[in-house]
Each structure stands twice: as C-alpha cells, then as structure tokens.
C-alpha cells in the first residue's frame, strides 16, 4: 500500500509573530520556518506503516514556494521514499491545496492519506476534509490511533469530551493529532542520503487548478494586549481581591 | 439573507455552544434556520425551536446520522444548503469535522473560527495561535463559516419556532461507528464553564489533580489542563486547553503550576479575569495574569480550598 503525506511550509513554532506594520499580514521576512508540527507527525505515522510491512512506498507532497523543497527534504530524510513539489508563491488556501492534493490522488493511488490536522499559521483545520469529500473517501480527523486492518481503517479520533474510534474503507484520508505519535528527528546519514532521493517539481497548471480564491484579507492586527496585573503576597489577599475588586466571586 | 446554523449535540442533548452559533447568525442578520442532525434528537429540537431569533428548526433524525460520522452529515449538508447564503456551525469537533466536506463540495472556501462579524461578508477571525487576528471578507456565493463560540454571548430562551422534519436520508458504506469513550462528570462543560481551573506540569502527577477537586466543586468550575500536563499522562486529553485544544473565555480562570506557552495562552487569555499560582516567579503566564501568587501549589490549594 502506498502512503501519500501532504506537508507544509510555516513558521517554525518557537518563533514570535509579528505584524507588519501596515497591516497587510503577518511580517515572515527572515523568519526561521519549518515543517508544520502536525505535518511531521504525519510523515512519522507513514514512516511507521512501511516499517510495520504496511506501507510499500511513502510518498510526500508539499504546496508552495520554491523554498518548500527544504521541508521535502526533511520528509524524506525522516523516511519517505520521493516528493512532489507543486511550486506556486502565490497564497494557496485549503480549498486549492485541496484540489491539487485531489489530483496528486487520482495520479498516485494511494491506499492512505495522511495530513497534519491543521496549519499552525492559518488555522484552518480544513484541508484534509475538503481532500476526503472531493476524492469522495472517507474520513479519519483528528486521529490519536491509527490501525489498519486488511481492507478497513481504525481510527481513534480525540473529540470534545473524548474519544471516538470509527472504522473506514481504504483507501482513506486520515489527519493527525498531537498524540498519534512523537516524530523522530532525522539522522545525519539519512539527511544526506535525502538529497539523492527524487523530487519532482510541478505547478498548478500542469494539474489545471487555479490557486486564486475568492476570500481576500483585508486587515492583520495584533490582538489586544492583555496587561499583567498585580503579585499578591497570601491566599487571603487573593481571596479579598477577586471578592471585592474584580467581584468574580 | 438567509442561515442555516448547525445545532451542536451532547449525548444527544442541545449543547450550549448552539445559542452562541445563533448569537453569530444574528450578528449577520436574516432568516435564521436550525438543523438538528442525529438520531433520537427530537427533544434537541424542541430545545433548539425556544432559542431567540430561530425562524424554523429542521430535524434530519436517521440512524445514518447517528454519531454524526462526516459523510453522511456532509451529504446532507450539500442537500439541504440551497437557499441559503451562509452556513454556520460551531468549531467544535464536529463542526470542523464536516462544515469543510460541505464547502468543498459546493466549490466553496470555508471561513474557520470566525470570533467576530463585520457585516455579512466580512469577519475576523484569530491565525497563528490567536498571535493576530485577520480581518477576511468572502464573495463566494454561499459562505461556510465555523463560529469560535467564546466571541459571541448565548441568545436566550423563550421562542417557539417550529419544527420541520427533514426527511432527507443518504447512504454512508464507507464510515462505521466502533466506540466512544467519554469523560463522565458532573462538573460544568469545559467549552461553556463560566469559572476553569486547571493544572499543568507543575501538578506533578496525575494524583494530585484531586487537589483542584475541592476548589473546583466550591466554584461550580470546569477542570482543565494544559498540554504538558496531558503530555506527561496526568489527565486525559479533552480536558487540554490551548491552541490545539479548548478555547475557554470564562469570567475567572484559576493557572496552577502552568508557566504559560504561547499555544496554552491561546486557548485561555480571553478569559476576564485570569489568576496563575507558580512557584516560578518569572514563568510566561504572570505577564497576562490579573493576580499571581508566587508560591508551593501544594501548599496554596489546600489553604484556598478552606478559605473560599
């Protein structure tokens, strides 16, 4: 079974966000980036299948600019076996990634997709399902657990209150939570050994797809600053202050 | 304008979450419709058509519904959204589970955590761990929107809107239900809690969790958690708040043994007032807290059980 996993480019998670000052976005000029965290986990449960006998060939795709090729090359010193870049420096939104990852679907055949559950720079939590109703495959979101089992699918999904396990078809889309594993980091031999292994570049166009989208940011702000407050010195005074000054008690 | 706001369920009850998702549909304004979709969920409907501002509610109660699998939920959705010019639902995880199967089958793009409404095309809506907040406008036709329900106060109580049974049914081969395994407790919902106190790595371990016990049974709080906490295995992971997790705004949110990452801070500084209980005199979360107390959790809530 081949394993198709979608990773993206975003600011590295430690880095602090800042506004440009026009307020057109979020200023990501000589900001570190990196693979996003969801993504890497992604990549670690496909690299887990192959090693299990489960997965045949794990196969990595990444959307945007020419500089997303380094985090397909973190994907395939972690294990997977060759990357699709589909290059575009324009803003992709999930619908159009989704479409593109659509068609990589349709190409590939995979028998399981694996993506992040969200982008931590976006914050959209969509791709993954937009990917399963356009391939019209079912869905495994938010997955702490996933087992495969001949021609079915477990998934353990982390839901408000708990957890689900639903059983699905292969092949099937499945996207990752925080717990479904901790990702490895990449070897020296393997990052090396990386290099050498294939990458092909394609665009949007050799796919048909048009990345432009009807949704336009207007404005980024920062939010409201909240201030700190006050060092109390016992659980008296505490106690006193949320009575009578902030009166939530 | 015309809505259709998805009602979010809770063993089969109306969740709270689904007045707030009304509050957001009338802060866009028009006729507003509710969907109510399981099985057995008449008596969500009932509770769903005495919410203010309901024009109609509309039940789709099958046993292809129940458990709320994505596919036949997003089927229905594609059956059932013609008319309309946006569908909402909250971001819980069903919300986020099926809204973006609708969109991209209606060839739309969906707007995600929406804490605020402009006008009727025009939100904004928190990204990079509510480290900014984007202003968006939408033209597609028809807009899917899910609600970040903290950003909007519940309508209340006292319609009669009626109930119209939709018949609707699909068929769903690919998805199955197994198992559910749900944190039983008596204590407020997480998500709609108006007090939360929670614990994190400082706890030490899952055991002395029970020291928030007390004090959350004297305030009527939710217990909550953040991720090192769930991380290191002291508590189950519904219970997390923070970017990944639950957003919380209550009116008093208790930090104890929390330092305050970026990605927790996401999930709680909106709350009104915010008290953090470290031994760490220069840990993160002091920057955003209204009261911090520098000392030995071990000893502190033991001391405020006694004295609230």
Redesign the interface.
Known sequence: MKVLVAVKRV?DYNV??R?KADQSD?DLTNVKMAMNPFCEIAIEEAVRLKEKGIATEVVAVSIGPKAAQEQLRTALALGADCAIHIETDERA???AV?KLLAKVVEEEQPGLVILG??A???????????????TN??????A?EVVVDGDKV?VT?????????????LP?IVTA???LNEPRYAKLPDIMKAKKKPLDVKTPADYGVEIA???????????AE?K?????A???E??D??KNE?K?? | MSILALADL?EGQLAGATARVVAAAQAIGGDIDVLVVGEGVHAAAEAAAKLDGVSKVRVADNAVYA?Q???PM?ALLVELADGYTHVLASA???G??????????K???????VIAVESAD?FKR???????????????ALKVITVRTTGFDAVSDGNSAPIEVVDTVVEN???????????KSDRP?L?GAK?VISGGRGMGNGDNFKLLDGIADK?GAAIGAS?AA??AGFV???MQVG??G?IVAP??YIAVGISGA?QHLAGM?DS????AINKD?EAPI?????????GDLFE?LP??ES??
């Open positions: 600011i602090k966000i506004v979020v939104e999930s619908l989704a559950k969200q931590i720079d976006t914050d959209n939590n969509q791709t993954g399902q937009m990917l399963a109703a356009l495959l079912p869905q495994g979101t938010f702490s477990n999904r982390e839901i408000d209150g708990g957890l689900q396990t639903i059983a699905l078809t099937a939570d925080l717990r989208s009807k949704v336009s940011l207007l404005k980024v702000e920062s939010p909240r700190g407050g006050i060092k109390v016992s659980v008296d505490l106690i202050k949320l902030a939530v008690l | 809770h458990h699998l994505a596919e997003g819980s995880t069903t986020k589970n099926v809204l973006p199967r609708l969109a991209a089958l060839d739309v793009s969906q707007l995600s955590d025009t928190p990204i990079y761990a509510g480290n900014a907040i984007a202003t968006v406008k939408s033209d597609e081969n690919q998805s199955s239900f197994v198992k559910e395994e749900l944190a919902e998500g007090m305030l991720r769930v991380d189950p992971n519904d970017q990944t639950k009116d008093l970026i500084k009104k007032v915010i008290v005199e002091f920057q955003v807290a209204d009261y911090g107390l520098v502190i001391e405020l004295k609230l």
